[in-house]
């Protein structure tokens, strides 16, 4: 029989992500590259407002969905049989979803992703069920606030298959708005028991997924490029930005120790909203150097300037989200602080490098991450006043 599922301590030590959750987040990994591709496609072809409001509304789900599962499971993992059972139903509803986003791209088709998304939801909505079922009180209460809002939201989903088109991201708008406030409203008289530690962790690897997909990407449309064209020389420049800016990326998401900041829902709720635009920034890098790499080869109907902000605005969005919600907690004195803000205009102006702007923005990536490093090595060896 399966275990009463009951709240985990917020301060249990040792706590750390296990393999299901693992395998929970490389499933959204394809969700996460299949939007990327969508993206991709859509600015090459000279679409950026279908491409990028397509984008944002497809990885708002992705992202929520994996969110939602992550901080219940930091609070009431039990990894019994049933919530096995019930996680890998959550899994199944992910690669549905991703099977849908191509449609939904091209032909603003939504039934299969919100099919998938109802699996998911369902499946979430089963685990605050159970929570609510092994707690009393305020805590009870809490659980079927939250399974009583998903259920509510994912009706509210129903706009994208009954209304016309054009009303799409009206529907996203408002519905993403209701997701958004269903934690808050759930959590009014208890706050659920996340673990900051293991938050952090599941966040950090979640970042590192998502990069390892920017490179994936990055690297299949250089390897295409080469096979066609076998014009070293010009994609050269741009591996080598796209690999130093990823590894940049890495170096300053994981400069801080964040789990130190999450000490209250308020805190961890404006942190854990904000990563919507650190994902999201991370992968379109991907997709903006796949576009860069089409652009240098006459493959994309767009100019050289544009193309390049495919890769710079992401870049700079993600260096500013980090700093506002992330890296600035940990920082010390002025010259701590402007490092990464400052670095996201220098990434902005590398937009005008033309062909050279992806090498220019990994270069620039890179001396921030020197400087940060330069900054923290000199506090820390300055004398005590």
Request: glycine share 8%; with cysteine; hydrophobic share 55%.
């Amino acid at each position: 029989m399966p275990v009463l599922m009951r709240a985990r301590r917020r301060d249990e030590r040792h706590r750390a992500a296990t393999p299901l959750e693992l395998l929970f987040d490389l499933c959204f990994v394809v969700a996460v590259a299949q939007a990327g591709r969508q993206l991709a496609h859509a600015l090459a072809e000279g679409h950026p407002g279908h491409g990028v409001s397509g984008y944002l509304m497809l990885f708002f789900a992705v992202w929520w969905a994996w969110m939602n599962f992550t901080w219940f499971a930091s609070a009431y993992d039990t990894d019994d049989a049933l919530y096995r059972v019930v996680t890998l139903v959550q899994m199944a509803g992910v690669l549905i979803l991703a099977a849908g986003v191509p449609r939904a791209f091209a032909h603003s088709d939504f039934t299969v992703i919100w099919f998938g998304y109802l699996v998911m939801r369902l499946a979430m909505v089963t685990q605050w069920l159970r929570a609510a079922h092994g707690s009393a009180g305020a805590e009870r209460r809490t659980a079927l606030r939250y399974a009583l809002g998903v259920t509510v939201c994912q009706i509210g989903w129903l706009g994208l298959l009954a209304l016309p088109e054009h009303d799409i991201p009206w529907v996203f708008v408002v519905v993403g708005l209701l997701e958004l406030a269903v934690p808050a409203l759930a959590e009014r008289e208890r706050q659920t028991t996340w673990h900051p530690q293991h938050i952090s962790e599941r966040y950090g690897l979640f970042t590192i997924i998502v990069l390892g997909e920017t490179i994936a990407a990055a690297t299949l449309a250089v390897q295409a490029a080469l096979d066609r064209n076998d014009a070293l020389n010009t994609l050269l420049p741009i591996a080598a930005g796209g690999l130093l800016l990823v590894f940049a990326a890495y170096w300053i998401y994981f400069a801080v120790p964040i789990h130190l900041h999450l000490r209250s829902n308020r805190q961890a709720f404006l942190w854990g909203y904000g990563h919507y635009l650190v994902f999201g920034s991370v992968a379109a890098v991907g997709a903006g150097i796949e576009v860069a790499v089409a652009e240098s080869f006459g493959r994309a109907h767009l100019s050289a300037f544009a193309a390049a902000a495919c890769v710079t605005v992401p870049a700079a969005l993600f260096m500013l989200t980090v700093w506002l919600i992330h890296s600035r907690h940990h920082k010390r004195g002025p010259a701590q602080q402007l490092v990464l803000p400052v670095s996201a205009l220098l990434v902005l102006a590398c937009t005008f490098a033309g062909h050279g702007a992806v090498l220019a923005t990994g270069l620039v990536a890179s001396a921030t991450v020197a400087v940060g490093v330069t900054l923290t090595s000199r506090q820390a060896t300055a004398p005590a006043e």
